[in-house]
């Protein structure tokens, strides 16, 4: 039995198509992955639909100024179309330091935008950071500089640790954590066993 010509030449043509098809997706997936900057993103599913490029389930490692590692996830990672250095994220999730460090600083919130160009990530939507002494802020926007470590909340906000509990409009945050500075705070203080 012998094979149909027709047939032949419609499934190279199919075939053909399909790798067309496929090269262009590849170029495609190539450059969107190069558009994300540095290569520091990693362990991302990248995908792009026609109005902007997201990496889902983002991890980004590095050092800042002063050589502490951090990493910064996110589940959602968009690249905003006005600039290649600036991502809105959805459940940003941070950490400065090492695990064993005295000034370690862990955030959470519910959205963020991040500067890549600049190191700066500003956290809305009930931001909770966590810092080495059991001491835990909580407030609606905190605008962070991963590079220095230095922070910024923008109250109400309030700052517990184990022995007292602050609440404030706004609080400056040095990169060392030595110094914090707060406008309009109260400060209550819990004696031994009470809180």
Same mark, same amino acid.
């Given at each position: ?15 053909? /198509?399909? !790798? ?11 450059? &969107? ?5 540095? *290569?520091?993103?990693? *362990? ?10 997201? !990496? ?15 990493? &910064? ?5 968009? @690249? ?8 809105? !994220? ?25 500067? /890549? ?11 909770? &950071?966590? @810092?080495? *002494? ?10 962070f500089? !991963?590079q ?17 509990l602050?609440?404030?409009?706004? &609080?400056?945050?040095?990169?060392n ?17 009470q809180?």
């Amino acid at each position: 039995m012998a094979s149909d010509p027709t047939h032949h030449s419609r499934r190279v043509r199919r075939l053909r /198509q399909v !790798m067309f098809v496929s090269a262009l997706a590849l170029l495609a997936l190539i450059l &969107l992955w190069s558009s994300f900057g540095s *290569g520091a993103w990693f *362990g991302a599913r990248v995908t792009s639909g026609p109005a902007q490029a997201e !990496m889902i389930d983002a991890v980004m490692r590095g050092k800042n100024q002063q050589g502490k590692p951090y990493v &910064l996830r996110a589940q959602v990672l968009r @690249q905003r179309l006005e600039t290649t250095s600036i991502y809105d !994220m959805q459940a940003p999730d941070i950490e400065l330091g090492t695990r064993r460090a005295k000034d370690r600083i862990q955030a959470q919130a519910q959205s963020g935008v991040y500067d /890549q160009q600049t190191g700066n990530i500003v956290l809305s939507g009930e931001v909770e &950071l966590r @810092q080495t *002494g059991d001491r835990i802020i909580r407030a609606p926007e905190v605008d962070f500089n !991963m590079q220095s470590g230095d922070f910024i909340v923008q109250g109400p906000l309030q700052m517990r640790s184990p022995a007292r509990l602050i609440s404030a409009d706004l &609080l400056t945050s040095t990169g060392n954590n030595k110094t914090h500075e707060f406008t309009n705070g109260v400060i209550t203080l819990f004696a031994k066993g009470q809180k």
